[in-house]
């Protein structure tokens, strides 16, 4: 039952025009299509909206849909501020900071632009309140962003750290996760639409005593029209623990404004 | 514990990030979105052939400042010959949206981002202009006004005032790029005639259909100076000598336009000249031409201004050598 329903996830995912792009074509967001962004923010005074759904192929337990909106606005100087929430199906059986309604607010602060000495940086700050099911306490995270590019390479890394609230039964009371990725304009030098990335992450588990999630991603991106961008991607968390993603895929757009 | 010590490696991390920040030179990022209207993409959605040769110019800059400085502006074929061929095949290509230009040149805009984001804010511009002449907006020039208000309201808006542009090209390092490449300068060259060009015809056709027709035969001369650059030219074209009527209802934006424009050749002839055979000098005197002479910023003490009374450059172009046989045919 759980690999036909994999196979339709990864059908539907074929079946969508590959798409994606940030609103910017150079930024890449967390999830769009997948979990890295870069140190830059988007452009002072634009607004975007992201929306993803994510398949995730438990390898113990049901499968999970995951709705991802998010609203991105450049609001100040190299500053963007977000509001977002994951929900999920199956949301009791959702252990660790990410619940199923918890209402995020976040700020990314890009430090500067990359030179030829010195990566690009950035810091994020985001706080979770628990507004989802089965979720107690405002949990923070804080992440640590640089993106350094060789050519046309661009290359990232995300470290962050989570503290939960209120955590419950077994469950961490902060955890850390790191994320590499790369990325490259797909189709350069004739075509600037498509930019493809590849991941490869580790986390600590949501509860104490498990082995960290770790595994890895691909993506692509694609530019659709001047103000659309159409992301998909797929990947796997290859050791973990028991409910770990064996499987998941994405497919999300972003419209900019 | 263990919270504990990621905790001091996330302080290290930033630490390190710190004093590294603070030995090389920061610079922020100050990207600013384009200014919102209805009118946004118009040309992209009413004109599409007129905005894909704007697509096409905008790869050419990026190419050629990433080529000159990968090369050291040594290798005349590499230039002349593989980066303008690359730059013809992607005009060919027939993009539909503008291409990513920090794909295009990654080292370039590591060396000198606020000379880019100076060009980013005049490149919006420029599109703004054109949305708003293709658009069915009624009160065009009110929305001008409007633009070029937020226009000015960057810190990276280059003046509205008159420079004199014969003496911005007496630099010791003038000339050098048209000199040492003078295929790729023309090219150049004509990306801005094409640029400047379709403001009058666009503004005199009255529908949509009839600037669709106006602009053809902008286009073909174009592709003429593409296929033939026009090497016998000596100055860039100037925005008072093909959109005469719009440099005079508009002259702040015509003097953005024609200062950007000089601004292109003054770093293209930064990055050709051996008198500056560093990257670090390249960055610093691109930097100081920029801030001291370009931004608006510097108005005040920039001794580049033509003050009133000042010979100005009407006239001045099509600019010939003696001797030579053309000009600017179709405009």
């Given at each position: 039952?759980?690999?036909?329903?994999?196979?339709?996830?990864?059908?539907?995912?074929?079946?969508?025009?590959?798409?994606?792009?940030?609103?910017?074509?150079?930024?890449?967001?967390?999830?769009?299509?997948?979990?890295?962004?870069?140190?830059?923010?988007?452009?002072?005074?634009?607004?975007?909206?992201?929306?993803?759904?994510?398949?995730?192929?438990?390898?113990?337990?049901?499968?999970?849909?995951?709705?991802?909106?998010?609203?991105?606005?450049?609001?100040?100087?190299?500053?963007?501020?977000?509001?977002?929430?994951?929900?999920?199906?199956?949301?009791?059986?959702?252990?660790?900071?990410?619940?199923?309604?918890?209402?995020?607010?976040?700020?990314l602060y890009n430090l500067n632009t990359e030179t030829l000495s010195l990566p690009a940086f950035a810091a994020r700050v985001q706080l979770g309140f628990p507004t989802g099911v089965n979720a107690k306490g405002v949990d923070t995270a804080l992440t640590g962003v640089m993106t350094r590019s060789f050519g046309q390479w661009r290359t990232h890394v995300n470290v962050g750290y989570t503290f939960l609230g209120s955590p419950q039964g077994l469950e961490r009371s902060g955890a850390y996760r790191v994320v590499a990725a790369v990325s490259y304009p797909l189709g350069y030098p004739t075509s600037f639409r498509d930019t493809i990335i590849a991941n490869a992450f580790t986390r600590q588990s949501d509860l104490v005593g498990q082995r960290n999630p770790t595994g890895i991603g691909i993506g692509l991106r694609h530019q659709v029209s001047s103000r659309v961008v159409v992301d998909v991607g797929i990947g796997s968390e290859l050791i973990g623990p028991a409910d770990r993603s064996v499987f998941f895929s994405t497919i999300g757009l972003s419209v900019g404004f | 514990m263990r919270t504990r010590q990621l905790l001091a490696l996330f302080g290290v991390t930033i630490l390190i990030a710190g004093v590294t920040g603070a030995c090389a030179p920061v610079e922020q990022r100050d990207k600013r979105f384009y200014y919102r209207a209805l009118w946004n993409f118009a040309?992209?959605?009413?004109?599409?052939?007129?905005?894909?040769?704007?697509?096409?110019?905008?790869?050419?800059?990026?190419?050629?400042?990433?080529?000159?400085?990968?090369?050291?502006?040594?290798?005349?074929?590499?230039?002349?010959?593989?980066?303008?061929?690359?730059?013809?095949?992607?005009?060919?290509?027939?993009?539909?949206?503008?291409?990513?230009?920090e794909a295009i040149a990654p080292t370039y805009m590591k060396l000198a981002w606020k000379a880019q984001n100076t060009f980013d804010e005049a490149h919006a511009l420029h599109r703004a202009t054109y949305d708003i002449y293709v658009s069915d907006l009624v009160e065009k020039e009110d929305a001008i006004r409007k633009v070029v208000a937020f226009y000015r309201n960057s810190k990276y808006s280059i003046t509205s005032k008159p420079l004199d542009h014969m003496r911005l090209d007496n630099f010791p390092y003038s000339k050098s790029f048209r000199r040492k490449f003078p295929l790729f300068n023309a090219t150049i060259w004509a990306y801005h005639y094409l640029q400047v060009v379709v403001y009058d015809t666009l503004a005199a056709a009255p529908n949509?259909?009839?600037?669709?027709?106006?602009?053809?035969?902008?286009?073909?001369?174009?592709?003429?100076?593409?296929?033939?650059?026009?090497?016998?030219?000596?100055?860039?074209?100037?925005?008072?000598?093909?959109?005469?009527?719009?440099?005079?209802?508009?002259?702040?934006?015509?003097?953005?336009?024609?200062?950007?424009?000089?601004?292109?050749?003054?770093?293209?002839?930064?990055?050709?000249?051996?008198?500056?055979?560093?990257?670090?000098?390249?960055?610093?005197?691109?930097?100081?031409?920029?801030?001291?002479?370009?931004?608006?910023?510097?108005?005040?003490?920039?001794?580049?201004?033509?003050?009133?009374?000042?010979?100005?450059?009407?006239?001045?172009?099509?600019?010939i050598e003696p001797g030579a046989t053309g000009g600017h045919s179709g405009h």
């Open positions: 039952m759980k690999r036909s329903t994999a196979r339709i996830a990864i059908l539907l995912l074929l079946m969508v025009p590959t798409v994606a792009w940030a609103l910017d074509h150079d930024n890449l967001d967390p999830n769009r299509p997948i979990a890295i962004e870069d140190a830059y923010v988007v452009p002072k005074g634009e607004i975007g909206v992201e929306g993803g759904i994510l398949f995730s192929d438990r390898k113990q337990g049901k499968s999970r849909f995951v709705f991802q909106p998010q609203l991105i606005i450049g609001a100040f100087d190299n500053t963007q501020l977000e509001l977002s929430s994951d929900v999920q199906t199956d949301p009791r059986s959702v252990v660790g900071d990410d619940k199923s309604g918890n209402l995020t607010i976040g700020a | 040309l992209r959605e009413n004109l599409q052939e007129l905005d894909i040769e704007f697509n096409g110019v905008d790869f050419g800059h990026s190419n050629l400042y990433e080529n000159l400085l990968l090369t050291g502006a040594k290798d005349v074929p590499a230039i002349e010959d593989r980066a303008r061929k690359e730059t013809l095949r992607f005009i060919d290509s027939r993009p539909v949206l503008n291409p990513n230009e949509l259909q009839s600037k669709q027709k106006a602009v053809e035969p902008i286009l073909r001369t174009y592709h003429g100076y593409l296929d033939k650059p026009p090497v016998e030219w000596t100055f860039m074209p100037m925005t008072e000598e093909l959109s005469p009527k719009f440099a005079a209802e508009y002259p702040e934006v015509a003097n953005i336009f024609n200062n950007l424009h000089m601004m292109h050749d003054n770093i293209s002839d930064i990055l050709t000249t051996d008198l500056l055979p560093t990257w670090e000098e390249k960055r610093e005197e691109i930097y100081r031409v920029t801030q001291a002479y370009y931004w608006a910023s510097a108005d005040v003490t920039n001794p580049f201004i033509i003050r009133d009374g000042e010979p100005t450059h009407t006239g001045s172009t099509p600019a």
